[in-house]
Nanobody
Framework: QVQLVESGGGLVQVGGSLRLSCAAS????????MGWFRQVPGKERELVAT????????YSAESVKGRFTISRDNAKSTVYLQMNSLKPEDTAVYYC????????????????WGQGTQVTVSS
């Protein structure tokens, strides 16, 4: 049974940092591209960043470039999202997901999903 478990979310002040982790089990982690998405109520799920199985190349949404960094450790079956200089508009539930497609940018291309972790940025 495939499981993706996010952690590291929480409440942070504007300008602060958080590091999200997503631990995977039940799949050959190194064979999958990984992505981080976020969603706020009433809006579509938004792609934040992606990383290929071998960590290159990666993709980041324009809204987070220069602030968020995605990385992975295949030995630990874990993908990370380092979030710096957080803004109120970054407030959302963040999800990690696994895809068999190396350049997956659509949520429909992701096969497995975590349960999400809440990130709240207060001003």
């Amino acid at each position: 049974q495939v499981q993706l478990v996010e952690s590291g979310g929480g409440l942070v002040q504007v300008g602060g940092s958080l590091r999200l982790s997503c631990a995977a089990s039940g799949l050959t982690f190194s064979s999958y591209a990984m992505g981080w998405f976020r969603q706020v109520p009433g809006k579509e799920r938004e792609l934040v960043a992606t990383i290929t199985w071998n960590s290159e190349p990666t993709y980041s949404a324009e809204s987070v470039k220069g602030r968020f960094t995605i990385s992975r450790d295949n030995a630990k079956s874990t993908v990370y999202l380092q979030m710096n200089s957080l803004k109120p508009e970054d407030t959302a539930v963040y999800y990690c997901a696994a895809s068999e497609f190396s350049a997956a940018r659509s949520a429909r291309q992701y096969l497995y999903w975590g349960q999400g972790t809440q990130v709240t940025v207060s001003s």
